[in-house]
């Protein structure tokens, strides 16, 4: 018995239910963000962001009404690895100068597979023929842009804030050695 051969519209339907599930993940992960930053401009991206993810899953389930297929959601591997590594980094560096800064970068890795996913169903909802579907995975695709634009700009603030240690270590350079080439230490 021969297997029914893949299509584009598979590819697009099963790339939709990823999407869906990485997406209701972000919302998750932006409001646990939020709690955790100190920097009030990056606690209101993550607020802000996490307001729009919620539109954007509500913007999904209407391109599954246009695809006429069910809105399911099919677990995100990617996904999974980037809110797990956010979890770590936030142990790792929760009361740590940077940890603004390790919350924004993680930010925008979960912002890049989101901009390369919705750039990837865009076009494919393009070329199926669902140029409603398009024009509404352009305007997720769009605030996707923008939100990392934003990260981009508040974490070249932040990260200031979390190199303080790093910049203080660097101030003050180890003696130099006395001509003989030994030491004060030594």
Not at 31 to 57: P, R, W
Not at 86 to 99: K, N, Q, T, V
Not at 126 to 140: C, I, V, Y
Request: aromatic content about 6%; glycine content about 6%.
């Amino acid at each position: 018995m021969a297997t029914k051969q893949k299509t584009l519209q598979d590819a697009f339907y099963e790339t939709l239910k990823d999407v869906y599930y990485a997406e209701k993940q972000s919302v998750r992960a932006l409001k646990k963000s939020a709690k955790a930053a100190e920097h009030d401009e990056l606690k209101q991206a993550f607020e802000t962001h996490a307001e729009e993810s919620a539109n954007q899953v509500e913007r999904l389930q209407q391109v599954f009404e246009i695809i006429g297929k069910p809105a399911r959601a099919k677990t995100c591997e990617a996904m999974q690895g980037l809110t797990s590594e956010m979890e770590e980094d936030l142990e790792d560096f929760g009361d740590s100068p940077a940890a603004d800064a390790v919350l924004a970068a993680c930010a925008q890795a979960l912002e890049h597979y989101e901009i390369a996913r919705y750039g990837t169903l865009k076009t494919w909802a393009s070329q199926l023929g669902f140029d409603d579907a398009a024009k509404l995975l352009d305007e997720t695709l769009q605030e996707e842009k923008k939100t990392d634009q934003l990260l981009t700009e508040i974490a070249g603030r932040i990260n200031m804030d979390g190199s303080e240690g790093a910049a203080d270590e660097e101030a003050e350079p180890a003696p130099a050695p006395k001509k003989g080439g030994k030491s004060k230490a030594a």
